[in-house]
């Protein structure tokens, strides 16, 4: 039987390099975590992202497959571009 790591806002304490290190160290455990954090960074380490708003699935895929959409297409991708396009 599987585990299942269920982290709410773990890691918004940390700064980039201690949340990737963070989320490398759960991958290798093999347990499933999911995670739930307002921070869009740390999409590009998720296997899969599902983005909700009020309470609803607005849509799901890879950090790639999202901005892959575009940022008309996609709120995923228009907020990933709205934080780097300073």
């Known amino acids: 039987m599987g585990s299942i790591?269920?982290?709410d806002d773990a890691l918004s304490c940390c700064?980039?390099?201690e949340e990737?290190?963070?989320?490398?160290s759960l991958k290798s455990t093999g347990a499933a975590?999911?995670?739930s954090?307002?921070?869009w960074a740390l999409g590009r380490f998720?296997?899969?992202?599902?983005?909700?708003?009020?309470?609803?699935?607005?849509?799901?895929g890879t950090h790639t497959e999202l901005l892959g959409k575009g940022s008309i297409q996609s709120y995923y991708a228009s907020q990933w571009d709205a934080i780097t396009a300073s």
């Open 33 to 35: 975590t999911v995670l």
């Open 46 to 60: 998720a296997d899969r992202v599902i983005v909700m708003r009020n309470g609803k699935i607005l849509e799901s």
């Open 20 to 24: 990737a290190n963070i989320i490398k």
């Open 37 to 39: 954090s307002n921070r």
């Open 5 to 7: 790591l269920l982290l």
């Open 15 to 17: 700064n980039e390099v």
